[in-house]
């Protein structure tokens, strides 16, 4: 398993943070496989993306409540469109995230 941190401004009003990815993923032509909440992380927005119909998911982890936002690549979710998709997934979003309120 491959996890990523993304970078979370200090006092970032993270509850703005989940239509922000969802549309960044949208605009990246990621398509949301399912969107819930994590027992383990109680508050938590958790999303599985894919891409078209292609194999592979993205996993996606918004924890307001801990000022953290993660990537997850399970073992047999890996697709080579992941790793090329990730990095700048990552970038995009942190840059959003620096102009939301705090």
């Known amino acids: 398993m491959r996890e990523v941190e993304f970078s979370v401004p200090q006092k ?16 990246r032509g990621l398509q949301i496989a399912m969107k819930g909440s ?30 953290r936002l993660w990537a997850k690549v399970a073992e047999g979710r890996k ?9 700048q997934l990552r970038r995009e979003v942190e840059k959003k995230l620096e102009v939301l309120p705090r």
Do not use: M, N, V
Request: proline content about 7%.
């Open 38 to 67: 994590q027992s383990k992380f109680p508050g938590s927005i958790h999303w599985h993306y894919k891409r078209e119909k292609q194999k592979g998911t993205l996993e996606l982890t918004l924890f307001p409540a801990h000022q």
């Open 12 to 27: 970032c009003d993270l509850k703005l943070a989940e239509r922000l990815i969802e549309e960044i993923c949208a605009g």
């Open 79 to 87: 697709a080579p469109w992941i790793d090329l998709e990730l990095p």
